[in-house]
Every structure is written in C-alpha cells, then in structure tokens.
C-alpha cells in the first residue's frame, strides 16, 4: 500500500529515551503497581497491531511492557488534538513514545493518511501498532463501543492483530488524574487474527471492516473475563493465526449473536 503519510507526520522517540522509558516502566509495574500477563505466548512475530480497551494514560506503557518486546519497536496510534495540538504534550512525550496522529472524528481523508503513517512505520522498522478502537478513554473504566474506522486499520495494513484487556489500569491512574495510585494491573493477550477481504467492491469492503471492528469488539470483550482452563474467555488455544475472510467474519459474528461469547 502507498500512501502521502509519511514520518514526518508522526513523531518518533530517539533510542535512548525510548530505552529510559522502558526502564522506568519496568521497575514502575514491577515495585509500584505489579503486573501481571496472561497470553503472551499469543503474541506473533512482528508486525503486529495490539487491538485494546482504553481507560487510562498508562495503557500503552502496561501493553508495550507485558509484551516484552522493546519499546522503540512500537509506535501508539494517538488522537491528533491531544498529542500534536498540545505543543507541551507533544514536547514530553515525542522524546520517549513513537506516536501516530489519528482524527478523532473519524474522516475519510485523515484515516487514510493515517494509514499511510502506519503502512510507513511497519515497513521501515518491522515495528508493531497499538491502536484503541474506541477512540477515547473510557471515563467509567467500562469499555464503551468500537469505532467503525480500526476496521480499516485491522483489514487494510495486512498484519495481526492481538486482541487485548487491560484490566486495573482505570483504578490505577483514571482519566482527569495526574497521580497514579497503587495497584495492580493485568493484560489478558488473545489469539492474533488475521484479516482478509476477498473483494475489490467499495462496499462489500466497507461491510468487511465493519464486521472485523464487531468481531474485534466481541474478542476484546470476551478477554475481560477470567481465563477459562485450557485458553481464554472460551478462545480455543491452538497457537494458530487464522486468516479470516468476509465470509468467516459475517460467520463468526452472526454464530456470537445466536449463542453469546463463549461460542468463540
């Protein structure tokens, strides 16, 4: 994929701050507020897209260290009115985060600019993404619904993409605090997923994306149950990365609405 959305639209962190921040936030979620992983074993090589729940300013720093993976390895896709309009905010965190501008509001020409920006990270650095399909914080820690717009990320970028929840972060630091508290923290990694548009039609590509952020959605949620013996929230844990097509998608989603989550 091409596209006009090139680095100098986003900001990446210099090695060694990226590295100062992965130490910090290693010792932080080791003394201050332990984490705990389940499912990292799920995590495919890279590139991948993490897919996640967002209630907190820590998410990115707790899905970046309970990957084990580097830090300079991944770039957040970030809303552009808090991290690019801000010049205080884009100051702080351009020295220790990659981070991706995306339009809140979700318009044709900015998502695929974005999408540009991502196609360009993965392919210069064999990075991965952290994407928060619900566009914004969650200010009651409860996971609110899916922008229609991730699907194009998931689908478009040809990549995994890991379904995640976090699950401890909101009482950690909420949003509108400054101060984090103590507590603990754990990420609960899904099987990584695959998807595949088997059409060239507009809208039958749009119906695709449209049932990947559903299908997404359904997975995130299923994570924010406890582990059930032999794999997650009912996922099966066969170690496989399907590839899923329109079909499947319409499938599995319709196969979710007869039966409820522990079909998946």
């Not at 952290?130 to 194009?152: C, V």
């Not at 299908?215 to 059930?228: N, V």
Request: glycine share 10%; aromatic share 10%; net charge positive.
């Amino acid at each position: 994929m091409t596209g006009s959305g090139k680095a100098e639209g986003m900001f990446l962190a210099p090695a060694t701050g990226s590295a100062m921040f992965q130490a910090f936030c290693r010792g932080f979620f080791f003394c201050y507020c332990p984490l705990t992983v389940e499912g990292r074993e799920h995590l495919p090589a890279s590139p991948f897209i993490i897919c996640s729940n967002h209630t907190s300013h820590i998410d990115s720093a707790v899905l970046m260290t309970a990957s084990g993976r580097p830090f300079s390895t991944f770039a957040l896709l970030g809303a552009s009115d808090y991290f690019f309009d801000s010049k205080r905010v884009r100051f702080v965190v351009s020295r220790f985060m990659n981070v991706i501008p995306i339009d809140r509001q979700a318009q044709a020409k900015s998502l695929q600019r974005s999408l540009a920006m991502c196609d360009d990270f993965l392919q210069r650095t064999h990075g991965n993404l952290i994407l928060y399909p619900e566009g914004t914080r969650s200010s009651s820690g409860e996971m609110q619904a899916f922008k229609k717009g991730a699907g194009l990320f998931a689908v478009a970028l040809g990549v995994p993409v890991v379904p995640a929840y976090i699950e401890g972060a909101h009482r950690i630091l909420a949003k509108g605090k400054n101060v984090p508290r103590v507590g603990t923290v754990t990420v609960r990694f899904g099987e990584p997923i695959r998807f595949a548009s088997n059409s060239s039609d507009a809208l039958r590509g749009r119906e695709v994306r449209n049932a990947a952020v559903e299908l997404l959605e359904h997975r995130i949620r299923g994570l924010s149950r406890k582990p059930l013996a032999g794999g997650f929230a009912g996922l099966p844990a066969n170690g496989e990365q399907p590839t899923i097509s329109a079909s499947v998608v319409a499938h599995e989603i319709q196969n979710t609405k007869s039966h409820g989550l522990n079909g998946w």
